[in-house]
């Protein structure tokens, strides 16, 4: 799929003040840091789209991409950032569950995973609470550009298996770098694929 346009539409600090739009939703997800917003500009290569940030805590709104006026990427806060305060945290956490359970427009989520670590038991509670919740997700894994090939290999089946330990059926699951746009062509085919069985059940 080719992205012909990526425009900036709204920032939202609530669920329920997200836009009242009709388009498919595809949401990034993850710790702070991981790499959600430099994901969404290799996606649109536009590196100036959402913001980004060595930091972690940049993203703190829920922010909405509309993409060729057909469908929207959204670049979510990171969950488990713990050095702003339990308060914040809280708030947070509101925001992205509430953004998870209840956006009816949302059609896949994206779990953002850093490809060089240890599979976390955050990450992991956070698959989890998505599981028991029905929600579609898809793994990607983030920063390939860190490893060699080999590694690569390596910490994907490392995590798979690790999956596999509470999971009957595993996730799909793409391998990106936004440092060399490593895994751009898939993931946008793969939301390509889920827009056309979308529009063909519409019509
Ligand atoms: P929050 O909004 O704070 O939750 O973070 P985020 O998940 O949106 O991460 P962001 O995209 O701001 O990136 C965090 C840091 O990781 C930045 O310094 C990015 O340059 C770096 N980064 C993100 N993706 C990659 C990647 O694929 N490769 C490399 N080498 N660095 C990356
Ligand atoms: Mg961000």
Excluded at 106 to 117: E, G, K, T
């Amino acid at each position: 799929m080719k992205i012909k346009q990526a425009v900036f539409k709204c920032s939202s600090p609530r669920a329920d003040m997200c836009p009242a739009t009709t388009e498919p939703e595809y949401a990034f997800i993850g710790r702070s840091n991981v790499g959600k917003s430099s994901l969404i500009n290799m996606l649109t290569r536009n590196g100036k789209l959402a913001m980004t940030s060595s930091t972690p805590g940049k993203t703190m709104l829920v922010n909405h991409f509309l993409i060729n006026e057909e469908w929207y990427l959204v670049d979510l806060p990171g969950y488990g950032y713990a050095a702003r305060g339990k308060r914040e945290m809280d708030k947070l956490w509101n925001l992205i569950s509430h953004y998870v359970l209840e956006r009816q427009q949302l059609i896949c989520l994206f779990v953002l995973i850093d490809i060089r670590h240890e599979p976390q038991r955050k990450d992991l509670d956070f698959l989890q609470f998505l599981g028991e919740n029905g929600i579609p997700f898809a793994i990607v894994f983030t920063k390939a550009d860190k490893l060699n090939r080999n590694q690569i290999g390596t910490h994907v089946q490392n995590y798979l298996h690790r999956l596999e330990d509470s999971w009957e059926e595993l996730p799909p699951h793409f391998v990106t770098s936004a440092a060399t746009a490593l895994g751009r062509d898939e993931l946008l085919d793969y939301i390509d694929s889920i827009n056309r069985s979308l529009a063909s059940q519409n019509a």
